[in-house]
């Protein structure tokens, strides 16, 4: 029996054009390169992402109000969060989602001891899909939490279906949403082509994954690192391109790559600060206030979700 990540590799393999979701970079190897991605210098979202949460938390802090409860889609960076948890007037309680149940009760026990009087409450679940929160109880207002532009990782539908469900069970609370700007073209190609090649690292490590857990035999030398930004599309896109005509066997199936043929890996979409504050409007949220760089790299916007009642 494949896995969902041998499924999908397999159809992938199959068709053309050839692409697969960027979830599978996240094994325990492509974490530990994003994350060494994040520290980058042409890499600059993290960063600067940063940096305007610092600047701009207490504004936050006042939007949201006494005993807050966050809730936040990834239990990513524990430092971005943490800007929260420590500006916000007694958040009331901390409900990370994430797919990884590991990597959740690591950060619900970092925090239960930093925050001694915060409710930490991992939710498992995949929150790209239909998912359920515990019940809302206190009188605080639901803040939801999605830095790092990892909007920009899914489709347009996808976004929009995220906003949808993001919208339903933060009623009467607000998002706060970290999202990558347009820019010049150079600053947005060297930050997907770094010099020290940890980008093209993280792209090949699908592969050597897919080496590892699934007894493939791509040769990751044969394959190059291809990514580029988009204008049309407003979207970088990462590709494995085959540097040569070559097989690789999967599940007892042979797939042949031609030279020149790419997988694409991965999409990173690029938003104006106009573009999505009207996608956000589309999923029923009222645009706040946004804040961003004296660069305008990176935005961070203040979203109210709908009235009423949380789900
Ligand atoms: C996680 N995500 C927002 C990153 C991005 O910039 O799209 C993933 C990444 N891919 C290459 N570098 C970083």
């Known amino acids: 029996m494949l896995s969902e990540f041998g499924h999908d590799l397999q159809q992938a393999l199959a068709a053309r054009p050839r692409s697969i979701s960027p979830k599978y970079f996240y094994d325990a190897e492509g974490s530990r390169l994003f994350d060494r991605i994040c520290e980058l210098p042409e890499y600059y979202p993290t960063r600067t992402e940063l940096a305007i949460l610092q600047r701009s938390v207490g504004e936050m802090a006042a939007l949201a109000g006494r005993g807050a409860e966050i809730v936040e889609f990834g239990a990513g960076s524990l430092r971005k969060v943490r800007l929260l948890l420590q500006a916000f007037d007694a958040p009331a309680r901390y409900l990370p989602i994430d797919i990884s149940g590991e990597h959740l009760r690591d950060a619900a026990a970092i925090l239960r001891g930093e925050f001694a009087r915060l409710d930490v409450q991992p939710v498992v679940a995949d929150y790209t899909q239909s998912f359920a929160l515990p019940e809302h109880t206190g009188s605080g207002k639901r803040i939801g939490f999605f830095p790092g532009s990892t909007i920009g990782n899914f489709t347009p539908d996808e976004a ?18 970290g999202a990558d700007l347009v820019k010049d073209p150079q600053v947005l190609h ?46 970088i896109e990462m590709h494995l391109l085959s540097r040569a005509k070559q097989a690789v066997v999967l599940a007892g199936e042979r797939f042949t790559l031609e030279e020149g043929e790419t997988l694409h890996t991965e999409n990173s979409y690029k938003f104006t600060i106009d573009g999505l504050r009207a996608l956000a409007q589309r999923a029923g949220f009222r645009p706040g206030p946004v804040w961003t760089d004296p660069e305008r790299l990176f935005s961070v916007h203040w979203l109210h979700a709908p009235p009423g009642g949380s789900a």
């Open 160 to 177: 929009l279906a995220f906003l949808h469900g993001a919208a339903r069970v933060l009623r009467g609370g607000a998002l706060v949403l």
């Open 190 to 235: 060297a930050a997907y082509n770094d010099a020290q090649g940890v980008t093209a690292a993280f792209n090949l490590n699908l592969l050597a994954r897919a080496n590892r857990e699934l007894g493939t035999n791509f040769q990751l030398a044969q394959f190059a690192h291809y990514a580029f930004y988009n204008a049309p599309l407003q979207r």
